[in-house]
């Protein structure tokens, strides 16, 4: 071919390539041209980059397979192709040996592909291969091959290619612009009907899975699985939780859409992940689990990018009307706890739609957050973190539940079923503030006290539960257990002590103990332990015996020891509970 000939071709391909803004159609073009172009050539092939997986992969080609060709995944510098890519300069491979030299590191994986691509396993005899640059980064390689022996490539079909690869760079740029516009224009708005029509999370997720055409997972900021786009996604979601996501570094997640081959269900698969948020809020993670050897189309990574705001609004919208529920019963709750006195007739639990019935009971639970080294402003914007996932969990259970929340103290009234004991009541309730409290530790790093209150039949008995609930909160402040949480009847005795000043305790305590105390320390002796442990037996010398691993004869020469300091013959109602009362307030002041 002339240099007048080729120069017309090339006019008349990128004429071609300019006459759509559709970019299949602009890239099913280019590949078509590239033939009219560079005179000779029989085979040629588009590799595009996925900066996200870090891979060159086949878009479309001429003269190979596609069914086989889509398959091919170079990685910067593998192959002819991929070392165009790392160079972002043209090469020509002008002999076979050349080429052959070009394949040699390709994996034997991809040599197969190849092959089955091209019906048989041959080299091509020349090739050319040259970057497309777009804003001054690579986006792929354009590759045309020869396998006729009579023709070789010589420099001026590089240069010629390398045009028209510039005009094809354009083309590809403009179209994907057009592409994602109009692309991203149709995801946005079926997902805003859906959400305006209050179509809820699970429609939305379910039509942008029906648009892209591929699986759809919604996770909130707690990692916990809110919406599928289909119910057999459940146990993947969950295996793709547990495995990969919990495991992972947190902001990476929150900043930037990743992509990962992850097996799930024996299955590979590349998972893409694109962070749900909005401003300087993290809302969750949207994940696209697809099946090996195919790849969501960057038109659509983009589209689902920008569409991640229709999720992030509907996630907010939802905890808004919770959270608005819950402060509501704030004030509910706030009512019953400090107006106990009231008359709380039929009238006003009905306007509350808070019936009283005898088949459940009421138990209030308070938490108090703390961590001295953060300021108030500080601590109030990691509780409101929390608090929007307390709330989630409160939501769900079956059971009507009151929030009173105040500064750094959040009190909450539950309902629970009148048939459950109360130790059932703690239990149940434990679990879910021990979900609650890891969350809190993991994803704000603050920690806080819970205290559990009695179970009480009559709205107007709440107050009691509310101040057992206070009194334990103040126990676990007050002492340095590494406990967290505490029912009232774990408290015991304890809440006598807690309005009490510490130095009146101490005062009592030493009255009683400092005898003993001291002479243990004088000689070594060990006789307060075994004083103790003899007043928790019922004063049972063998049964004291065995939990000291002592001789019976040694725990009466202790114990007549003990009585001669004491100035006491026998330890009667009066001095025993003395001392039981002085163990008390020795324990929960070394508490």
Not at 135 to 140: A, F, M, R, S, Y
Not at 263 to 268: A, Q, V
Not at 312 to 334: K, T
Not at 522 to 527: A, D, F, N, Q
């Amino acid at each position: 071919m002339d240099n007048e000939k080729k120069q017309m071709s090339l006019i008349n391909s990128v004429n071609v390539l300019n006459s759509t803004r559709d970019l299949p159609e602009v890239l099913e073009q280019l590949i078509q041209e590239v033939l009219n172009v560079v005179g000779g050539a029989n085979k040629s092939v588009l590799f595009l980059y996925d900066d996200k997986a870090d891979i060159l992969y086949a878009k479309t080609a001429v003269g190979f397979d596609m069914t086989y060709m889509k398959e091919i995944r170079l990685k910067p510098g593998e192959g002819m192709s991929g070392k165009t890519f790392l160079d972002e300069k043209g090469r020509i491979f002008s002999s076979l040996e050349d080429t052959v030299e070009g394949m040699s590191d390709i994996s034997e994986d991809i040599r197969n592909i190849y092959s089955h691509s091209l019906g048989r396993m041959e080299y091509p005899v020349s090739a050319i291969c040259v970057p497309l640059i777009s804003d001054g980064k690579c986006i792929g390689v354009l590759t045309v091959d020869v396998y006729e022996d009579d023709v070789q490539f010589e420099q001026e079909d590089l240069r010629l290619l390398e045009t028209f690869a510039n005009q094809a760079s354009i083309a590809i740029e403009n179209a994907t612009l057009f592409s994602q516009n109009e692309r991203n224009k149709r995801i946005h708005e079926e997902l805003s009907k859906v959400s305006l029509a209050k179509g809820g999370l699970a429609d939305i997720t379910s039509t942008l899975s029906k648009l892209i055409d591929e699986p759809v997972i919604v996770y909130n900021e707690m990692m916990d699985i809110i919406a599928t786009s289909d119910k057999e996604l459940d146990s993947i979601s969950l295996e793709l939780k547990e495995e990969t996501i919990q495991g992972a570094e947190r902001p990476v997640f929150e900043t930037e859409t990743l992509s990962e081959q992850v097996s799930l269900n024996g299955e590979e698969r590349l998972v893409y992940f694109f962070p749900i948020a909005a401003d300087t809020r993290f809302f969750g993670l949207l994940a696209v689990p697809i099946m090996n050897g195919t790849d969501v189309d960057p038109l659509d990574q983009f589209a689902v990018e920008q569409a991640v705001t229709v999720f992030a609004m509907e996630i907010d919208r939802q905890e808004r009307l919770v959270e608005e529920h819950f402060n509501y019963s704030g004030s509910i709750l706030e009512r019953i706890i400090h107006h106990p006195y009231e008359d709380l007739s039929s009238l006003n639990l009905t306007e509350m739609n808070f019936p009283e019935h005898d088949y459940h009971n009421y138990c209030i639970a308070q938490l108090y957050f703390r961590d001295p080294l953060l300021s108030f402003e500080k601590m109030t914007e990691k509780k409101q973190k929390i608090m929007r996932m307390f709330y989630r969990e409160f939501s769900r259970l079956p059971y009507r539940t009151l929030v009173y929340d105040r500064n750094l103290e959040v009190n909450v009234m539950f309902t629970v079923p009148g048939y459950l004991s109360e130790t059932a009541v703690y239990e149940k309730l434990g679990r879910i503030f021990n979900k609650i409290m890891g969350y809190s530790a993991a994803y704000a790093g603050i920690s806080g006290s819970i205290g559990l209150g009695r179970t009480v039949t009559k709205l107007n008995e709440v107050h009691y539960s509310y101040y057992d609930a206070k009194r334990c909160v103040e126990f676990l402040q007050s002492t340095y257990q590494e406990r967290y949480i505490m029912n009232y009847r774990q408290l015991g005795p304890y809440r006598l002590f807690l309005k009490m000043e510490r130095d009146e305790l101490w005062n009592y305590r030493s009255e009683i103990l400092l005898p003993i105390i001291e002479h243990d320390e004088k000689y070594g002796s060990e006789l307060l332990d075994t004083l103790k442990i003899y007043l928790d037996t019922n004063q049972n010398m063998a049964e004291s015996g065995r939990r000291l691993f002592l001789h019976v004869n040694t725990i009466k020469y202790r114990l007549a020891t003990i009585y001669k300091i004491l100035d006491i013959k026998s330890l009667s109602g009066k001095k025993t509970f003395e001392l039981q009362l002085a163990f008390r307030i020795n324990d929960y002041l070394n508490e």
